[in-house]
C-alpha cells in the first residue's frame, strides 16, 4: 500500500511534541502540508519534513487532497475544520475536545460517515500502558464491581506548556469555549468510562476561574454517578503548582486499584485478603516528560487495516456530553442527567 499522505493543521506545541513526531517516525506516513496562521511555524516543519506549508486550511485541502489530518488547533475550530476535511474525502484525527457543542460533534460524526472516512479523537489516556493495564485487570473480574472512585488530571497550566505561554489560545475564551475542563477535565470523563466500560448517567459540577488571568475555568470538581451506580469525583486543575497528577484510583469490591500514584509502580492492586500486586508497565506521558501517545499509529492503523479507530468519534461525542453535563451543572446549580 502507497503511505497515508498527511497534514497537519495548527503547528503548536501539541503538533510540536506528539502529532508531528509520530507521523515522522510512522513508516506508513508521507507529510505533505503543515497549517498554521503563522506561516513561519508551518514552514519550519515543511523544510523539517517535506511537504508544503499553508497559512489556512481550506487551500491546503483543495490543493493538497491529503489522506488525513490531524486538527491541532484552538477548540472553537475544530468542528468545521474537521468537518471540511470529511468533506474533501481526508481521515480526520481531532484534538479533545472534540468540539465544543454536542450539535458539533454530532455534525461531525454524520461528516464522517456521509463521506465514508475515519473520525478518531485524540484521547490519549486509554492508550497509556499504566491505563491499558488497569482495563485489562478490571476486565479480568479479579476486583469485582467498581464501587466508588476518583480521577484526577492537573498540571501548572497552559501557559508553561503552550507554544505562546500566558498569550496563548487557551485563555481567550472565545476560542478556548471552556479551560481546564476541556483541556483535562475531558480526558478523564472518556478515561473513566473506558475503564469501567460504563457511561455517566448524572453529574453535579462546582467549575471556577480560581487564579489564573481571563475567564475561562482553571479549576473543576465534578460528582459522577455511573449507570452501574458506581459513584465517584473527577477532579481537571490548571494551577498544581508543585507539578502534574494524573492519578485514578478505583475501590471495588474485592479490593482497591491505585494507578500513577506511585513514581515506580504505575499500577497497584490491594485485594482484601491482604495480597498487594505492583505493575511496572511504563510512565504516563506529562507536559514535562514527552512519551509517545500511541495515538498518532493507531490512527494510522485504523486506516491502513480498514478498522474503526481506537477512540471513535461516537466515544468522543459521549465524553464531551459529561463534560457540557458538568457546565449545566455549574450554570444551573442541578443534578445534571447525561443522556
Not at 498544581?240 to 500514584?261: A, F, H, P, Q, R
Not at 515506580?264 to 510512565?283: A, F, M, N, T, Y
Amino acid at each position: 500500500m502507497s503511505k497515508v499522505r498527511v497534514a497537519v493543521i495548527g503547528c503548536g506545541s501539541i503538533s510540536k511534541h506528539r502529532h508531528i513526531p509520530e507521523y515522522a517516525d510512522n513508516n506508513n506516513v508521507e507529510l505533505v502540508a503543515f497549517v498554521d496562521p503563522v506561516i513561519e511555524r508551518a514552514e519550519e516543519y515543511a523544510a523539517k519534513h517535506g511537504g508544503k506549508a499553508f497559512a489556512d486550511y481550506e487551500t491546503m485541502l483543495a490543493e493538497i487532497k491529503p489522506d488525513a489530518v490531524s486538527v491541532c488547533t484552538p477548540n472553537y475550530l475544530h468542528a468545521p475544520m474537521s468537518i471540511a476535511a470529511a468533506n474533501a474525502g481526508a481521515h480526520v484525527l481531532v484534538e479533545k475536545p472534540m468540539a465544543v457543542t454536542d450539535e458539533e460533534a454530532a455534525a461531525m460524526n454524520e461528516a464522517a460517515a456521509k463521506n465514508g472516512v475515519k473520525l478518531m479523537v485524540g484521547h490519549n489516556q486509554r492508550l497509556m500502558p499504566p491505563h491499558v493495564k488497569a482495563k485489562q485487570i478490571l476486565d479480568s473480574g479479579v476486583l469485582g464491581k467498581v464501587l466508588t472512585f476518583r480521577t484526577s488530571f492537573g498540571h501548572p497550566g497552559p501557559d508553561g506548556w503552550s507554544i505562546d505561554g500566558a498569550g496563548s489560545w487557551f485563555f481567550r475564551k472565545q476560542e478556548a469555549i471552556m479551560g481546564a475542563m476541556g483541556d483535562l477535565g475531558v480526558h478523564k470523563s472518556d478515561l473513566i468510562r473506558y475503564l469501567l466500560n460504563d457511561e455517566v448517567s448524572e453529574v453535579a459540577a462546582f467549575i471556577a476561574t480560581i487564579d489564573k488571568p481571563g475567564d475561562v475555568d482553571d479549576n473543576a470538581n465534578v460528582i459522577v454517578r455511573m449507570k452501574s451506580g458506581a459513584i465517584g469525583s473527577l477532579v481537571a486543575s490548571w494551577t498544581y503548582y508543585k507539578g502534574e497528577d494524573n492519578s485514578t484510583v478505583l475501590w471495588c469490591e474485592k479490593g482497591v486499584m491505585k494507578i500513577g500514584t506511585h513514581p515506580e509502580d504505575q499500577v497497584i492492586v490491594e485485594l482484601r485478603d491482604g495480597s498487594i500486586e505492583k505493575h511496572k508497565v511504563g510512565e504516563i506521558s506529562t507536559n514535562t516528560k514527552q512519551l509517545s501517545s500511541g495515538i498518532v499509529d493507531a490512527f494510522i492503523d485504523s486506516i491502513v487495516n480498514d478498522t474503526v479507530p481506537a477512540i471513535s468519534g461516537e466515544e468522543g461525542r459521549k465524553s464531551l456530553k459529561v463534560i457540557l453535563s458538568a457546565f449545566e451543572s455549574q450554570a444551573t446549580g442541578q443534578f445534571i442527567k447525561v443522556n
